[in-house]
């Protein structure tokens, strides 16, 4: 069994807990020693991240080999067509190589929170919502995948990642829990108890 804690990170939160330039970290949210994000979620970003202290495990959430499949809720501008959804379906050829086939459908406007700031309202120009799930992670991926087929993204809520999800969590909410899950070590390494990496853990108060 392994711990993980389960955080909805709120818009412009950075997704670390070292200080930079007066931004808020995770240590506005979370007073845990030892747990360390397994992965990242940009800045202007919203929703689930996942924090464990169990090195395996962290990697195992983290790396694009294990393929876990997260899914996100994007509103962007515009009403968005059939050919766009096939489109991020099959792949959409970014600077950096084609991303991988991914699930994708247009779904109603989902109950979510008030974003505080909200996004820009432009009466003139419809927003539409996309489920989006992917099984890598390049930068600012789905962002780009959906500018590229002719929607640009104004809000972006990771919904799940593999089972776990927001769900019942606030903004800033987190829940801890213990879990079970077969992890494999990186290809090439040895199968060995791994400490987690410990990406801007120390802070100041």
Not at 164 to 186: C, F, R, Y
Request: glycine share 6%; no cysteine; hydrophobic share 35%.
């Amino acid at each position: 069994m392994s711990d993980i804690i389960l955080l909805n990170k709120p818009f412009q939160v950075l997704s670390q807990f070292s200080e930079s330039e007066g931004k808020t970290t995770l240590a506005a949210f979370i007073d845990i020693p030892e747990f360390y994000p397994a992965g990242r979620l940009d800045f202007d970003s919203e929703g689930l991240m996942i924090l464990t202290n169990d090195g395996a495990l962290q990697h195992h959430l983290a790396h694009p080999q294990f393929k876990m499949e997260k899914t996100y809720w994007a509103q962007v501008e515009g009403d968005v067509t059939a050919s766009a959804i096939e489109q991020l379906a099959k792949g959409v050829m970014l600077k950096d190589g084609l991303t991988r086939p991914a699930k994708a459908r247009v779904m109603p406007s989902p109950t979510v929170w008030d974003r505080r700031p909200p996004i820009r309202d432009r009466k003139d120009i419809p927003t539409s919502w996309i489920e989006l799930k992917i099984t890598e992670g390049k930068n600012r991926q789905v962002r780009r995948m959906t500018a590229a087929v002719g929607y640009p993204t104004l809000r972006l809520i990771r919904y799940a990642i593999g089972d776990w999800s927001i769900d019942q969590l606030a903004p800033g909410e987190h829940k801890k829990m213990s879990v079970n899950v077969k992890t494999a070590p990186p290809k090439n390494q040895p199968n060995r108890t791994q400490k987690p990496t410990k990406p801007n853990r120390s802070r100041s108060r």
